[in-house]
Structures are given as structure tokens and as C-alpha cells.
């Protein structure tokens, strides 16, 4: 397998997501990675000028086509597959946008694909959690000529800034779909950090009873700088948007500080949170399974708990 | 006729605490109960409900894995699915493998509408799907939280990690599902005892002419690190000291 690695670019068109940085960490694990990272978009510079700043990138790529403008996998990938040729290994990152786009792409090279990898070992021989994170697989690739990958954004750090490294623009001649039309994305803007990214995160499950009830975590949120998360059982709910799912269907996050209120720690909730470097966990129940993986517990009340936390640090 | 082709796994039941087995060769399955993969459940009730509206007049449950699958194929039966397609396939069956086999099943079955889970439980690999559209060059929209077709098109919302994103896909198409497209109804056991007369068709990779590759070893499977176990405390001000002597207030 050739050493050198294509990365594909997530960003919204403006900013690089930190995700593409610890794609680059990844890559790194490999012994002489030669990287190379794609940006597709309407208009690529910012981007491009963002990702040739971070340390280990040889090379960024600039594919510019109005129709860009939104990630479709169906429109990226044929492109990603034009570019492929020269390179072993094509990696983008375990979010909803590199799992959707990779894997179209490795069917059309007709590559074998490692999603979520979490290490790397050598240039054949990966890491990656399987059931949900209950078991860790080592796969050995030995024979493979081309391979894609999808990064578990939680096992890497983001690589920091040095190069910079030239920027190329790269013409692909190839037909488009336009089966595929993007109508629209809703967000609900907030001022808080980043749920993939913060250093603190705050979540709240079913005993909140409802979205009213959460206020209480924004609050307590808002003083810590945290970010909000929610068991799936508290999304269903509608108590807080999807977005904000943390866990084995949601997101995986890593922060320094991870805060359960009043979430009973399903394998599947905690399979999202088993990188967290300490977790806390408020539950009335003593005997709930979060308290098995939690550095911190409290059993008691979050009604009169969490007000009272906040009013300690105030 | 106007059919959904509907991809059933089987996997180890969502509820099993799962357990690498000592000698690192596996995780133990001996035993265990094994069900439909959560998402098929999901994919199988949405083709169900567009049926039932009358957007399709079949829907038919495809796998490709070994015997005891008939079991799976046999609740989406009893589910609802009106016949039953089993492609055997023994040892690993792996994304390109399980893609290639359901792109020969959708170039005789000719559906208007594939629908998959978003990743089956077991390998977590979510890849299946987008292999499909791709060898098949056709639309995909994955995490769908939100389905509505016509009859040519169909509107997709899907759970992407910015929030909801609406698509508009041309069909045939690929979609895989999120946990929250719907609600999976409950089998009621006069629909087992009628799902036994359903037609299950069997076939074999060779006959597809689907080479059974594998091309991924598995080389060793381990158990996650533990936690080290954690400390009490006993109110709000307690938490916040302990809070400060990690640095964390
Ligand atoms: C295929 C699949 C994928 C899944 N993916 C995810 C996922 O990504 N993320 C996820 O979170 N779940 C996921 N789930 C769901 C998961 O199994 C659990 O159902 C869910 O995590 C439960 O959410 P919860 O802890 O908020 O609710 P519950 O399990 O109902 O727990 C509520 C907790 O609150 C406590 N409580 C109640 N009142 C109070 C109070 N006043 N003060 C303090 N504590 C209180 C209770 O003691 C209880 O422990 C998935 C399930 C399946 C089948
Ligand atoms: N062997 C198989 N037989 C039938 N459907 C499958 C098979 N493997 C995967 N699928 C479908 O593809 C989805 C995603 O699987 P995976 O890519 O393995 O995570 C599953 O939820 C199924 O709907």
C-alpha cells in the first residue's frame, strides 16, 4: 500500500472542522505518511489556507465547482475517486459527513473500508472499536492496495499549527449527479462551545422531564463554558434536539469534563463518553450503571442539586 | 410493481452485554439471542407504513449471511414483509461483499426504494448502504429521520451532527435510517404462525455471481480498558471541592 494518504476536508465553506485536524494526527501514525488534503467547495481558499497551516500536511488540493457548495456525498464522491489514484490510504473523519461521503467512495473504487479507526499500528494493521465500543478489533489489511477510512475523532488530538504547506488547485473531469439536491439544514445557533470540540460538556437524560427542565443545565452550562448534550431517551423526548444525542448512534466526545444528570449510563449512552477524562455522574439512583464508569458520583436529586452547584461557583 | 427492497441483518441482540471471549478470537455468541438489527426494524416499519399509505404494492426482506438468518427473515415475515429473499453466505460477509450481493438483488427486483439501517450494531461499520448507491449509481440519503416519497422523488430529512438537513433525491434510491424515522410495531403471534406460509427464497453468491472476498482480517479482538472506579460524595459542596483539587472548577 502506498504511503501516501488523501484526507478529505470537512468545513461549512468558511472554517475547517477541527475534525480534518485529527484526521491529519491519524494519518501521522503511519511511518513516512505523505499527506494530502482535499478541499472541496464553491470557493476553496479560507479553507484551503486553514488547512495548509497544520502540522504534518504536505499538500492541500483545492477542487473548486459551484456545485460544492454543499457536501453531497453523491456529488463528492466520484470526485474524491478521480483524485484517488496515487494514494494507499483515503481518510476522512467518523462525523456524519465523512461516514456518509467515505464509504460511497469506497464503493465506487470497490475498496475495502475501516470505519472508526482509533489507531493506528503500522501501515497494515489498525485499531477500531466494534459492539458499540464493547470490543476493540485489530484489523490487518495486508494485501490491500487501496483502502479507505473513517477517523474516530474522539482518539486523536488535533494537529497544530505549523507549515505552511503549498496549495495546489486540482481540475477533476468527471460527470456529476443531479439526482441529489440539497433543500435545506437547520440549526438551532447557540453561543455555547462546540459538542465535539468543548472541553466541558453537561448532560442531561430523561429526569428532566421536559425541554423546560433543561434550562437548568444552560444555565449551569453557561458558567462552566460547557457545552449541552442529551441521552437519546431525553432527544426522543423532545426535550432537546438531535443534535445534541450523545452516544453510540449520536455524537462521540472526548472532553476533559463530562457532567451526567440524571442519565442512567445505557451501554449505548456510554459508548459515546468512554474518553472522557473525568465523568461525573448526578442520579437519585445509587445503583444506576453510570455510577460503574463515573470518577465522581453523586446520588441525589438534580432539581436540587444542579441550582445548587451553580449558586457554589457563582 | 412498485416494491421497497428492505436489508435485514442478524445480529447480537441490543440488550446482551457483549464479552470478548478469552483466547481474543471473538466476542462470545454461544448462546446469546440474536435479532434483527434495531435499525432493519426501523428501515422494515417505514417500508411497511409507505405501503400501507399506498406508495408501494411489496416489500421484500433480503439478507446474506448463513442458515440461521432464516430466523430474522422469518420476523420480518411475521413483521409485515410479504416475501423473503435469503442469499447464503457463510463466514465473514463484508460491506463490499454484502453491497454487491443486494445490487444483484435490486437488478432483478427492480425496487423503487432500498432501505437500509444506518449501521448494523454488530461491526458498526455503516457502510453498506452507500457501497449499494454507489455500485448502483443512485441517490443516497443516510441517517433519515423523515421520509416522504412520491412518485418519483422523495424528501429525506436526515440527522447530520450540524442538526436536520432536508434533501430531495430522485428515486430508485438508497435510504438508511436513524433511530427516530419511527416507532417498530410489535409482532403479534398470529402474524408468526402466518409469516410460516410466507415465501422465503433462497439463493447463493455463486448464483448471483458475487465473489465471496475477504479481504479484512480480523486479527484480535479485546476488551475496552476499564474505569478505574470512582469516589462518593455526598452533596453539591463536596462535588464542587473535588471539582477543584482536579483542576477542573
Ligand atoms: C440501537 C440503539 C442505539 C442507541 N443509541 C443511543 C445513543 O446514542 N445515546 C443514548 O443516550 N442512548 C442511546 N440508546 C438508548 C439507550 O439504550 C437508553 O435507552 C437511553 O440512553 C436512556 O436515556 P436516559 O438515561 O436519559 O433515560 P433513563 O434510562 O430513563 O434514565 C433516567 C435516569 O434519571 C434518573 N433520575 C430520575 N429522576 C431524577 C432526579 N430527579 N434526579 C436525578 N436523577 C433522576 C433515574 O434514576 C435514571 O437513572 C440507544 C438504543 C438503541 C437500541
Ligand atoms: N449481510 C447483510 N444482509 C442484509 N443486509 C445487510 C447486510 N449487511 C449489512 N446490511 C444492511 O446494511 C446496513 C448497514 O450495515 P453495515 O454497513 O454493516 O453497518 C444494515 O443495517 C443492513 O440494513
New interface residues.
Given amino acids: 500500500m502506498s504511503t501516501q494518504i488523501l484526507i478529505v476536508a470537512e468545513h461549512d465553506g468558511k472554517t475547517l472542522n477541527l475534525s480534518t485536524a485529527k484526521c491529519v494526527t491519524c494519518a501521522r501514525g503511519l511511518a513516512e505518511a505523505q499527506v494530502t488534503v482535499a478541499v472541496f467547495a464553491a470557493s476553496a481558499a479560507a479553507v484551503a489556507e486553514q488547512a495548509a497551516k497544520l502540522t504534518g500536511v504536505n499538500r492541500v488540493l483545492t477542487i473548486e465547482n459551484p456545485a460544492n457548495e454543499h457536501a453531497l456525498a453523491a456529488v463528492l464522491a466520484p470526485q474524491v475517486a478521480a483524485l484517488a489514484a496515487p494514494f494507499g490510504l483515503l481518510l476522512g473523519p467518523s462525523t456524519t459527513f465523512g461516514k456518509d461521503l467515505m464509504a460511497r467512495v469506497a464503493g465506487l473504487l470497490d475498496a475495502p473500508q475501516l470505519s472508526d479507526i482509533s489507531a493506528i499500528e503500522s501501515a497494515t494493521r489498525f485499531r477500531r472499536p466494534i459492539f458499540a465500543g464493547n470490543a476493540i478489533l485489530t484489523v490487518d489489511t495486508t494485501g490491500v492496495a487501496k483502502l479507505v477510512g473513517t477517523v474516530r475523532t474522539a482518539s486523536f488530538e488535533a494537529a497544530g499549527a505549523g507549515g505552511p504547506a503549498p496549495i495546489e488547485k486540482a481540475a477533476v473531469e468527471v460527470a456529476l449527479p443531479t439526482h441529489t439536491r440539497f433543500v435545506s439544514v437547520s440549526a438551532a445557533k447557540n453561543d455555547r462551545p462546540d459538542l465535539q470540540t468543548a472541553a466541558r460538556v453537561i448532560s442531561g437524560g430523561r429526569a428532566l422531564g421536559s425541554a423546560d427542565g433543561f434550562k437548568i443545565l444552560y444555565s449551569l452550562a453557561d458558567k462552566l463554558k460547557a457545552a449541552v448534550g442529551a441521552s437519546r431517551a431525553a432527544v426522543d423526548a423532545g426535550y432537546a434536539p438531535n443534535e445534541m444525542q450523545v452516544g453510540q448512534t449520536g455524537k462521540i466526545i472526548a472532553p476533559e469534563l463530562y457532567v451526567a444528570i440524571g442519565i442512567s449510563g445505557a451501554i449505548q449512552h456510554l459508548t459515546g463518553i468512554k474518553d472522557a477524562r473525568t465523568i461525573v455522574a448526578i442520579n437519585k439512583d445509587g445503583e444506576a450503571p453510570i455510577f460503574e464508569v463515573a470518577d465522581i458520583g453523586l446520588v441525589g436529586d438534580l432539581f436540587q442539586v444542579v441550582p445548587e452547584i451553580e449558586r457554589l461557583i457563582s | 410493481m412498485k416494491r421497497i427492497l428492505v436489508g435485514i441483518k442478524r445480529v447480537?441482540d441490543?440488550n446482551v452485554?457483549?464479552r470478548?471471549k478469552p483466547d481474543n478470537t471473538g466476542?462470545v455468541t454461544d448462546g446469546v439471542k440474536m435479532s434483527v438489527n434495531p435499525f432493519d426494524e426501523i428501515a422494515l416499519e417505514e417500508a411497511l407504513r409507505i405501503k400501507e399509505r399506498g406508495g408501494a404494492e411489496e416489500v421484500v426482506v433480503a439478507t446474506v449471511g448463513p442458515a440461521e438468518c432464516q430466523q430474522q427473515l422469518r420476523t420480518a415475515l411475521a413483521m409485515g414483509a410479504d416475501r423473503a429473499l435469503h442469499v447464503v453466505a457463510d463466514g465473514i460477509v463484508?460491506?463490499?461483499v454484502a453491497?454487491r450481493a443486494l445490487l444483484k438483488l435490486v437488478e432483478r427486483e427492480q425496487p423503487l426504494l432500498v432501505l437500509l439501517g444506518?449501521?448494523a450494531?454488530?461491526?458498526?461499520?455503516?457502510?453498506?448502504?452507500?457501497?449499494?448507491?454507489?455500485?448502483w449509481?443512485?441517490?443516497?440519503?443516510?441517517?433519515a429521520?423523515k421520509l416522504e416519497v412520491t412518485d418519483t422523488t422523495a424528501?429525506v430529512t436526515?440527522?447530520?451532527?450540524?442538526?436536520?438537513?432536508?434533501?430531495?433525491?430522485?428515486l430508485p434510491?438508497v435510504v438508511t435510517t436513524?433511530?427516530?424515522l419511527n416507532e417498530p410495531r410489535y409482532v403479534k403471534l398470529p402474524d408468526i404462525m402466518k409469516a410460516k406460509k410466507k415465501p422465503l427464497d433462497t439463493l447463493s453468491l455463486a448464483e448471483l455471481g458475487v465473489e465471496p472476498r475477504q479481504?479484512?482480517?480480523?486479527?484480535?479482538?479485546?476488551?475496552?480498558p476499564q474505569?478505574?472506579k470512582?469516589?462518593?460524595?455526598?452533596?453539591?459542596?463536596?462535588?464542587?471541592e473535588?471539582?477543584k483539587k482536579?483542576g477542573?472548577?
Avoid: C, H, W
Wanted: aromatic share 4%.
Fill in positions: 447480537v441490543y452485554r457483549i470478548v466476542v463484508e460491506p463490499l453491497a444506518k449501521q450494531i454488530d461491526d458498526d461499520n455503516g457502510q453498506t448502504g452507500q457501497m449499494l448507491a454507489a455500485m449509481n443512485r441517490p443516497q440519503a443516510t441517517y429521520s424528501r436526515r440527522e447530520v451532527d450540524a442538526g436536520l438537513e432536508t434533501l430531495d433525491i430522485d434510491a436513524d433511530l427516530r479481504q479484512l482480517k480480523l486479527v484480535r479482538f479485546e476488551a475496552p474505569r478505574q470512582g469516589i462518593r460524595v455526598k452533596d453539591a459542596a463536596e462535588l464542587v473535588a471539582l482536579k477542573l472548577l
